[in-house]
């Protein structure tokens, strides 16, 4: 570092000593020097040349650093000086005044002349810097004009060349002394031209420009050169002197040549593509137009100039296309719009509209050029695709067919225009309406369910062959002519109709387009139809297909629901679950929650939870998984248990890999439910056979064995090892007076195929005999061969007991009822002898009658015939009575049932008592419903229970006057309630249950059988016989029968 | 004679053979018959005013013979009845002839007996009916006198001479005089047992 500082202030003495601090200190340094020197040296007349050495130092530095430095040692050497004038040794003492005068004159000299001397220095330097400057500029303006490029001259006012550049010698060969010469070099064409041009301006004193073609002395050749010159004018306007330069504008040239020749290729080039081509300015007016594109447009080139060429834009798209082509402007860049044009016969296309912009060197826009190329049918088709999409989605959607269809209408409708387009589907062998938002309703609804034919307008007919039919005029069609009338009206005059296939290849619908007017398709329609009936049928068959698969899926669902089967998934690798809506039917849980292992463990029964977990672990731990099988209970939210089956089976990827578990879970807690109640039915059956002592037995055909159940065993009182499985066992064990008969019986069953009942006694090894009833039934096989006779034994020795009591219980019942009937005929002798007397008493007054009639003179015949049939009718009457007797009294009859009117019944047993009552002053009285419905009853039981009634209330009433009333009347729950009330003593309320009871009497003659008797008889007859105290006096007996007794 | 003075034969009994045969027996010895099965269709039917009979069966099905007896004494029906029953005892038939029954005959009785019983029936209700007539005509003539007349036909009937009936009624002996003998006129009596009698039969009881 130090060494480098050095360096640098060395150089800085070596040049100048620039530092102010440092030219003060030299300028102290070269004082003081001088000052010592002066001292030190011995001087004549040191003052003289003190004065002059100090004036000298004054004098360099201000030459040098300036008078601001001079003066500064002009004090510094008045200083010195001041000190040098007294005698040596004394330090500063002016004790002359010559001193003073002598010092003031220094400092004046000093300063004064170093003033003059920094003046003299400073115009020095001046002087020798503008020098320097001259000169400088002068060397460079000629290297300039030597190095430029351009060939630089200048000529006198004459004309005479005074200066030519190194260019224009090295280029010409001539030297600058050669110049005049100059004319020579050029091109011998131009050089007359030149020289006049030069000549006029050398008399006008106008600038020359001018074009002329310069030989290059190197190789001889010509070069364009342009020539230009100034002149240069004193303050008088007068000429001095003319500068000028020549620029090679060869390249220029040819460039310029080549371009025009390559515009007028492009051009053509332009004018033959079959693209539509222009160009426009930058302020987007256009400017040119290809010939392919006029002649598209039909618009002549000036038609098309500027913004004429926005006629045959279409009006929709115009100011997109505007707005387009404003924003490629601005960003200056390649840019594409897309716009419609009309072609000249009206029909208008899409075009992409590219515009690219052409630049200058410099980068500026100088024109645009543009391509519009057809771009109709990838927009047919991006349409199509856009409208493919849009109905695609709608069937994803599931929105409804019509709906669907309709929206295709639409969009086809939408592609071009003049058409109505309709959609029909093909059910069975009918069309049904599918979509036509444009025709009329009224036409769509008499489409709408026609049965297609070979003849049926042009869709029936369609999908009847299954071809494209084209109908190009309604009106006159043959195909039409059921269906004009309906078409007709609604001015529809075209329908073109194509069938619409699934994949299939089944006919499933019709796409049809009407027209207004006769009309036949062109290719481009042909085209459109295929695509769209392409579309419809995808639609068509989505739509189908998912509604089979909602269908099927609901099918399924309610297989579930009828099965309570529910289906589930596991996905291995998510382990998410799927569930089946069943599922979580049989969870009884929310179908929105999210099934997880947990939830399942959570829900299962605990006593089935640790075999479920251990099953799984088993089944997850092998490496190749089978069908699994489990049953397991689970318990829901309220309690109940449910047995499931559960069912899993794996699903395995390429790889061998368990990607998922798919499984079944069944609701089987019915069938358990249905197994518990058969086992329970099983064990109560063999339960019921013991207890109602009925065995079961079966006899095989084939084999002639015989299985018994358990209870047979019992009832014939087999010993355990008794062999029993052949019939002549069983045969055996009949008592001897059954056995060839029930054999007999038995073997005629299995012959005749037909059932065998029979009942006979078994005599046990004991001895005991026990009555047996059989029953047996045969069992065929298909061919109508008998397999085996099943058959059941009841134990019916109980049974047999029980009824022979019950028939001597009977019999005894009956010869009391007899008795009862016998007692009370006797009680009522006296009534009955009048019963019979009133026939008798008649009949002979009529008689007598009869005998008077006769003696009339003439005798009265016609009043004699009268009587004697009133005699005839009275004696019937006797007889009857007599006869009914008879079948009171009648002894032990069976009782016979028969229909009876009780109210007749109840006339009868009044007429009976009528002269009893009389004598005990009893009144009778009856209230008899009317319309009583006949009963199916035993008539003398009946006359029996109400005798016993009626005679029961007299007798409650004897010895004082008393009614006697008979009611009957109907319930309201269908029986027939009959009753006889007494104003008599009344019941012994303490006694009213012993009433009923055999043998139970208060009265001193009675047996007291009748009021028991008549219970008996009215409950065989399915009825209630009951007694109540009367409000005020007496009694009343109430029976009821059942008025269901009527057949 | 009007056909209201033919006897009527009414005959109620609920046995239809004995009905009958009554019927036709009376009608074969020409007399008219009408016969009911019930008392109250018997109550309710017109009967013309002429002497008439009832054959009756004590036995009936609404009310019994006596009963309907008692029902016509009460409503002052008077006709003479004949009962005639299944059986008699002695209670019931001295119930009905006190009640005032003509006859009481059980069945089967003999036809003579019933149409001699009918007869005698008859001829007394004749009789009933001719002095029920003329005591009829006294009360119509007993009914024209005024008041005082009535008061003097009184007194005079309790046997007091004039005077002292004028005494009684404080009016001149002429006066009564000319009452008893306007009594005398409008009563139609000859004498005064004649008129005596008269107010006998009219129940007039004697001033005491």
């Excluded at chain 1, 002549?300 to 707005?323: F, I, M, N």
């Excluded at chain 1, 994803?396 to 309709?422: H, T, Y």
């Excluded at chain 1, 672990?617 to 047995?643: P, Q």
Aim: net charge negative; charged share 25%.
């Amino acid at each position: 570092m130090g060494s480098q500082g050095d360096r640098s202030s060395d150089m800085m003495h070596a040049r100048a000593v620039e530092n102010p601090i440092l030219r003060l200190l030299i300028c102290i340094a070269a004082v003081g020097v001088l000052t010592a020197v002066l001292y030190t040296v011995p001087l004549h007349d040191r003052t003289l040349s003190a004065v002059l050495a100090f004036l000298f130092l004054v004098w360099t530095v201000s030459y040098f650093w300036g008078f601001r430095y001079a003066l500064f040692v002009s004090l510094l050497a008045a200083l010195a000086f001041s000190w040098l004038l007294p005698p040596v040794g004394v330090f500063f003492q002016l004790s002359d005044s010559r001193d003073i005068f002598a010092l003031a004159a220094f400092l004046f000299i000093g300063i004064t002349t170093s003033y003059l001397s920094d003046r003299v220095r400073r115009e020095a330097l001046n002087a020798r810097r503008a020098e320097a400057a001259a000169r400088r500029s002068e060397e460079g303006l000629r290297e300039v004009i030597e190095t430029m490029p351009a060939m630089a001259w200048s000529a006198l006012p004459d004309g005479s060349n005074a200066f030519v550049n190194r260019q224009w010698a090295e280029y010409t060969g001539l030297s600058a002394e050669q110049t005049a010469g100059w004319l020579s070099t050029v091109h011998p064409e131009d050089a007359s031209g030149h020289t006049e041009k030069w000549r006029q301006s050398l008399a006008t004193g106008q600038p020359l420009e001018h074009e002329v073609r310069l030989r290059r002395i190197a190789d001889g050749q010509y070069r364009w050169f342009l020539v230009r010159g100034m002149p240069l004018r004193d303050e008088h306007g007068g000429v001095l002197k003319w500068y000028g330069i020549a620029t090679d504008i060869e390249d220029h040239k040819r460039a310029d040549e080549a371009l025009r020749a390559s515009e007028r290729e492009l051009n053509l080039i332009i004018n033959t593509i079959p693209a539509l081509s222009w160009s426009a300015r930058t302020d987007g007016t256009a400017d040119f137009f290809n010939q392919h594109y006029l002649d598209f447009v039909g618009l002549s080139a000036e038609q098309a100039q500027d913004w004429g060429w926005t006629v045959a834009v279409h009006p929709d798209d115009l100011g997109g296309l505007a707005g387009s082509w404003q924003s490629i402007m601005a960003t200056g860049k390649v840019g594409e719009a897309e716009a419609r044009l009309r072609r000249f016969d009206g029909e208008y296309r899409w075009f992409l509209f590219r515009a690219n912009p052409l630049r200058d060197e410099s980068g500026n826009i100088v024109k645009w050029f543009g391509i519009n190329t057809d771009i109709t049918a990838r927009k047919r088709a991006e349409d199509l695709l856009t409208g493919e999409k849009r109905i695609l989605e709608m069937v994803a959607k599931g929105d409804p067919l019509n709906q669907i269809l309709d929206g295709v209408c639409r969009f086809v409708e939408e592609q071009a225009s003049g058409f109505l387009a309709s959609v029909l589907l093909v059910d069975g062998g009918r069309l049904r309406h599918g979509g036509a938002p444009s025709l009329p309703r009224t036409y769509t609804d008499a489409i709408d369910g026609l049965t297609f034919g070979p003849s049926t307008g042009s869709c029936g007919t369609a999908a009847y062959r299954g071809e494209q039919v084209i109908v190009v005029d309604i009106a006159t069609d043959p195909l039409w002519e059921n269906y004009r009338e309906a078409a007709l009206p609604h001015s529809l005059r075209a329908c073109w109709s194509t069938p619409v296939f699934s994949s299939q290849g089944k006919v499933i619908g019709t796409f049809a387009m009407y027209y207004r007017e006769p009309r036949s398709p062109s290719s481009h329609d042909l085209e459109t139809i295929e695509q769209i009936t392409h579309l419809v049928g995808v639609a068509i068959e989505r739509k189908l297909i998912q509604e089979a698969l909602q269908r099927s899926e609901s099918y399924l669902a309610e297989a579930q629901r009828l099965t309570h089967t529910g289906s589930w998934a596991w996905n291995v690798r998510t382990g998410a679950y799927f569930w089946s809506q069943e599922i979580f039917r049989i969870y009884d849980c929310d179908p929105r929650m999210v099934p997880t292992w947990d939830f399942l463990i959570e829900k299962t029964h605990p006593e089935d939870r640790a075999k479920i977990e251990r099953r799984v672990k088993i089944e997850s731990l092998k490496k190749e998984w089978k069908d699994f099988e489990s049953d397991f209970r689970i318990v829901l939210t309220d309690e109940t248990i449910k047995h499931l089956h559960a069912l899993a089976h794996p699903v395995v990827d390429e790889s061998g890999e368990i990607t998922e578990v798919v499984g079944t879970i069944m609701d089987v807690t019915e069938r358990k439910r249905a197994e518990e109640k058969l086992r329970r039915s099983e064990e109560s059956l063999l339960e019921a056979q013991r207890l109602s002592h009925m065995g079961s037995w079966r006899h095989d055909i084939a084999s002639g064995a015989v299985i018994v159940s358990p209870e047979i065993l019992r009832i014939f009182g087999v010993q355990p090892d008794e062999d029993t499985s052949s019939a002549e066992f069983w045969f055996g064990r009949n008592h001897p007076e059954d056995q060839q008969r029930i054999r007999e019986l038995f073997e005629k069953s299995e012959r005749l195929k037909t059932d065998y009942e029979g009942d006979y006694r078994i005599v046990l090894t004991d001895g005991t005999i026990k009555h047996l009833h059989a029953v047996a039934h045969p069992v065929l096989s298909l061919s109508g061969e008998l397999v085996e006779m099943i058959g059941t034994t009841i134990d019916v020795t109980e049974r047999k007991r029980a009824e022979e009591e019950r028939e001597r219980l009977r019999q005894l019942e009956t010869d009391l009822a007899h008795m009862n009937r016998v007692t009370m005929l006797g009680e009522l002798a006296s009534s009955l002898a009048h019963e019979l007397n009133q026939p008798i008493a008649a009949a002979i007054t009529s008689a007598n009658a009869c005998s008077r009639w006769l003696a009339h003179n003439p005798p009265d015949l016609e009043r004699a015939r009268a009587a004697a049939t009133r005699i005839e009718h009275d004696g019937s009457r006797a007889a009857e009575i007599i006869q009914r007797l008879r079948a009171f009294y009648k002894t032990g009859a069976p009782p016979e049932r028969e229909l009876v009117d009780i109210n007749e019944v109840a006339g009868e047993m009044l007429a009976l008592l009528r002269d009893e009552a009389d004598q005990h002053s009893i009144s009778l009285r009856t209230e008899l419903a009317t319309q009583l419905p006949q009963i199916m009853a035993d008539r003398v039981q009946l006359q029996q229970v109400l005798l016993n009634l009626l005679l029961n209330g007299m007798e409650a009433m004897t010895g004082r006057a008393g009614k006697l009333m008979i009611r009957s009347q109907s319930t309201e729950d269908g029986l027939l309630l009959i009753s006889v009330s007494d104003t008599g003593v009344g019941l012994p309320c303490e006694k009213l249950d012993q009433l009923f009871r055999a043998f139970y009497t208060t009265k001193p003659q009675g047996t007291g059988m009748g009021l028991a008797i008549s219970r008996s008889i009215i409950e065989a007859h399915g009825g209630r016989l009951w007694a109540t105290a009367n409000a005020e006096r007496g009694a009343t007996f109430h029976f009821t029968l059942p008025a269901e007794l009527q057949p | 004679m009007s056909v209201a003075e033919v006897p009527t034969v009414f005959i109620i009994d609920d046995d239809a053979g004995m009905r009958e045969s009554i019927h036709d027996l009376v009608e074969s010895v020409s007399l008219h018959a009408e016969s009911f099965s019930t008392a109250q269709g018997f109550l309710s039917g017109e009967r013309q005013d002429g002497p008439s009979c009832l054959v009756l069966d004590v036995r009936l099905p609404d009310t019994s013979g006596l009963d309907l007896q008692q029902e016509l004494s009460r409503a002052g029906i008077r006709i003479p009845i004949i009962f005639i029953t299944g059986y008699a005892d002695i209670p019931m038939t001295v119930k009905a002839m006190k009640s005032g029954a003509v006859e009481f005959l059980t069945k089967p009785f003999r036809e003579q007996d019933l149409l001699d019983v009918i007869h005698r029936a008859l001829r007394c209700d004749r009789g009933i009916r001719e002095k029920q007539k003329q005591l009829a005509e006294l009360q119509k003539r007993y009914g024209t006198l005024s008041a005082r007349e009535d008061e003097v036909m009184n007194l005079v009937v309790s046997g007091l001479l004039n005077k002292q009936i004028a005494a009684e009624l404080g009016a001149s002996e002429t006066t009564v005089k000319i009452h008893r003998g306007r009594v005398m006129q409008k009563m139609q009596a000859k004498s005064l047992p004649d008129l005596v009698r008269m107010a006998d039969r009219l129940k007039i009881s004697p001033h005491r």
